[in-house]
Nanobody, 123 residues
């Protein structure tokens, strides 16, 4: 049974950093891709970053390159999203999601979701 739990959100000023954690259980990272997605109020959910055993990291948006990175700690069954140089437009609820084998093209391809964590960036 795939279970995901995101944590680490909070309030940060523009230019600040946060590290989100996604604690995973019930599956192997060899068989599943883990992605971070976000949803701002009134907007559609969108992809942030994803990692899988085949292609490594996949950025869903160029604006996140150089600011966000994704990593896996296999010993802790945890996927991290390091977010630096945060901007007010990064404010959203951040979710981690699991997809079989490879990173999905969009959030539509996610098989299992964890509860989100709120990230608020003040200007």
């Amino acid at each position: 049974d795939v279970q995901l739990q995101a944590s680490g959100g909070g309030l940060v000023q523009t230019g600040g950093s946060l590290r989100l954690s996604c604690a995973a259980s019930g599956f192997s990272f060899d068989d599943y891709a883990i992605g971070w997605f976000r949803q701002a109020p009134g907007k559609e959910r969108e992809g942030v970053l994803c990692i899988d055993d085949t292609d490594g990291s996949t950025y869903y948006q160029d604006s996140m390159k150089g600011r966000f990175t994704i990593s896996i700690n296999n010993a802790k069954n945890t996927v991290y999203l390091q977010m630096n140089s945060l901007k007010p437009e990064d404010t959203a609820v951040y979710y981690c999601g699991a997809a079989a084998i490879m990173c999905p093209a969009s959030y539509w391809g996610v098989d299992d979701w964890g509860k989100g964590t709120q990230v608020t960036v003040s200007s």
